[in-house]
Structure formats: C-alpha cells, structure tokens
C-alpha cells in the first residue's frame, strides 16, 4: 500500500509570513493527492487536489501545492498565513485500488 | 451538498462490549471508509468497502469488523471493545473514479 510521510508534525509560523508544509509519498504509479484541512473541533474539510493537467493548484483561500513526480512530493505552501489558517492538515494519496491514505498530520499555529 | 452522517457523536462504552458505529451518505457513493484519528498518527484506514457485501482490510483492522449490506450504510463493529480502541472514528465517502473523500463528523468513542 502507499504510505504518506508529513516531515513536520508542528509549523509555529508569524502572522504574515510564508509557510511550507512538507509531504512526501511512496508509490510508483499513478497517483491522486488532496490536502484536507482541520479547524479545531471540526471536521475534515478538502482544501485542494491533484488529479492530472497542471502541477499547481490553488484553493481558494490562497494555499498552493505542488505535484512533483521525480521527488513524490505535494508540499502546501501559502505566502502570507493569518491567524484564522491555524489547523491541522492532511495530506493524502490515492491510486487505482480505491483506498485513501493519510500521513500523521501537520499541526500549524499561526502567531499574531 | 453530500451529506455522510454518522449515528453518534459521542460515546462511552466499558471493555469487553459489542459496539456498533453506523455510517449513511446520501449521494449513492460506491466506495466507503473507515479511519481512526489519534494525535500525532493522523487518520489510520481501518476498513474500506468499494461495493455492497465487499470489504477491504486497512492498515488497522484487528479488533475490527465492518458491515455493508445497503450502498449507503457501512457499520464499523468493535467485538469486544477494549481501552486502546478509546478514539474518534472517521467515516467517509467517495463515487467512482480518483476524488476527494467527504467525511462525517466523527464519533469519539471513549471505552472505560
């Protein structure tokens, strides 16, 4: 089965400053990758995905992410975070078996 | 909007009982899943099911058995609940093809 690795289990970052968080993913065929996102005590929400076409997408709140097949990474960046981005999120693959993997989760905390 | 309901939102339950944890949707998704989220480990498959009547082992299966017997129910049974099964448990959705999941609200289940 695929497996999902997050390099950072907690991002303290500024209000206003850019953040990265990390995803790497372990599969060799075709994948399909989502960034989910959890406000607390919420529930999981999508924020964006990579199907196929572009390598870029965009949510609409201002996070990007980046498929890069050579090195199976989905980092999620957004330029400028404000207070209210402070969650958890997941990144997730799927490929043609129908099963959805998670990794463990990036807690982001965003200071004023 | 694609509604996955899930029966409770809390419950405590002692060792040693049956305990049934229900899952509907409501946009005839073929495929439902299954996971457990504890802090640090993100969400763990634990069971998925691509049709009625079939199911997939996850990562976590052990201690758990899953029911579908309608397309949009899939149960999820603890046979003998036991402390280290105290968590929230994640259900979710998908129609055919590679898309996100839709996700219920949780249950947390507490086993004293």
């Known amino acids: 089965a695929q497996s999902v690795t997050q390099l950072d289990s907690q991002v303290p970052v500024f209000e206003e400053a850019p953040v990265e968080l990390r995803c790497n993913y372990s599969?060799?065929?075709?994948?399909?990758l989502f960034w989910y996102v959890q406000y607390p005590n919420q529930g999981l929400q999508l924020l964006l995905k990579?199907?196929?076409?572009?390598?870029l997408v965009e949510s609409i709140n201002g996070f990007e992410a980046e498929f890069n097949k050579s090195q199976t990474s989905f980092h999620l960046r957004k330029p400028s975070v404000h207070i209210s981005d402070t969650a958890e999120y997941f990144c997730?693959?799927?490929?043609?078996?129908?099963?959805?993997?998670f990794g463990a989760g990036t807690r982001l905390t965003v200071k004023p | 909007d694609v509604k996955v309901t899930q029966s409770s939102r809390y419950l405590v339950k002692r060792t040693g009982e049956k305990v049934f944890l229900e899952c509907v949707q409501d946009?005839?998704?073929?495929?439902m899943f299954w996971y457990r989220q504890d802090p640090g480990l993100g969400l763990r498959l634990i069971y998925f099911?691509?049709?009625?009547?079939?199911?997939e082992k996850g990562d976590i299966p052990e201690g758990y058995s899953v029911s579908r017997e309608k397309k949009e129910r899939f149960s999820l049974i603890l046979e003998s609940a036991s402390t280290n099964q105290t968590s929230m448990y994640l259900c979710?959705?998908?129609?055919?093809?590679?898309?996100?999941?839709?996700f219920g609200q949780g249950t947390r289940l507490t086993v004293v």
């Open positions: 997730a693959v799927r490929h043609n078996n129908n099963d959805m993997r």
């Open positions: 946009m005839d998704h073929e495929n």
């Open positions: 990579y199907l196929s076409g572009s390598t």
């Open positions: 599969s060799s065929v075709s994948v399909y």
């Open positions: 979710a959705s998908t129609p055919p093809g590679y898309t996100e999941a839709f």
């Open positions: 099911s691509y049709d009625v009547k079939m199911k």
